[in-house]
């Protein structure tokens, strides 16, 4: 449970004995898959960490169609606002899979931050870090080119879920095409017409069950300026 937690960037910087304060507060819970956790617009009322399985995170019009905001696996979390702030969701979270769930409900996070200020302190400096990430984010949709969104979110994917390989970055779960135009911004065909250059080029490698990057190919390409 500690090296899970550890892998969170809130608690990354806690020591052995604060990690145990914050385990002491945990609760565990299990999902089948297409199950909505929350919708937006639900109070804030928990903090969430993946366990086992995947959550997609969007948003979604009248007529019913999504933009994925991203997508989650173990290790990641996210609902951290509402540790603090207990504020209405900002967007519906959904599993993909069997899905195993850490929580952290807002209440017992406040009477925690109360009693040890030396945890208050490390997660509030998380906390500045992953809005700086956000501001990036923010930037990388107003100003950068489609293409470059999108391989700059798989590289960043690749990189917190998969492994190095030499100059390959492999990732042993299935592509998804929904999630990766979600997160970069971009339409659908607008990011198969940049896969199919990726492949052609032998960049991208898309299997059934994994997907792997060519750095070395990557960085000689006209995609990195």
Known sequence: MIQLLKRVPLFSELSDEQMDIVTSITSQLEFEPNTVLFERGDPGSAFCIVMKGSVKVYTSN???????LAVFHPGDSFGELSLIDGKPRSATVETLEDTVLI?????????????????????????CSRLRAT?????????????????????RNAKLHGERLEDKLIVR??????????????????LDEVLHELQSESILSIASDHYSIDLAKLYESPYIL
């Open 62 to 68: 009248e007529e019913g169609h999504q933009k994925i």
């Open 103 to 127: 929580t952290i409900t807002n209440e017992s996070f406040h009477l925690l931050l109360r009693a040890h200020y030396d945890i208050a302190q490390k997660v509030m400096i998380q906390l």
């Open 135 to 155: 501001n990036t984010h923010v930037y990388d949709l107003t100003f950068l080119e489609p293409s470059a969104r999108i391989i700059k979110n798989m590289i």
């Open 173 to 190: 779960s299935a592509f998804s095409r929904e999630a990766t135009a979600g997160l970069a911004g971009v339409k659908l065909h607008i």
